[in-house]
């Protein structure tokens, strides 16, 4: 979990946001046509415009995670996540969330 201060985050109804760490650092994370790769591993794809229909800028990078940086993403396609905001830095998580079985 981490708290999350973006303009985009501004509807949400709380900036507390849980997501899964997808690509870490030293990883690379490469875009490809609004595809996301962490290494050879797919990711998943961004959306052009929100559930509004208002257009969302993507966030694109392609190299090595910077150190002390994450890309996380939701489980969700709609998900607000690092395919918008970009990486979360490993000071912003407040907290680990495991899964339980």
Do not use: Q, W
Not at 16 to 29: D, G, M, P, R, T
């Amino acid at each position: 979990m981490f708290v999350h201060d973006h303009p985009m985050a501004a509807s949400l109804k709380t900036k507390n946001l849980v997501k899964i760490v997808s690509c870490i650092e030293a990883e690379s994370l490469r875009v490809e046509d609004r595809k996301y790769y962490c290494g050879e591993r797919y990711l998943g794809v961004a959306k052009t415009h929100s559930l509004t229909g208002v257009p969302v800028k993507n966030f694109v990078f392609n190299g090595r995670i910077p150190s002390g940086f994450l890309f996380v993403m939701g489980t969700n396609k709609d998900s607000y996540d690092s395919r918008y905001f970009g990486f979360v830095s490993r000071k912003e998580v407040t907290a680990i969330a495991y899964p339980v079985f």
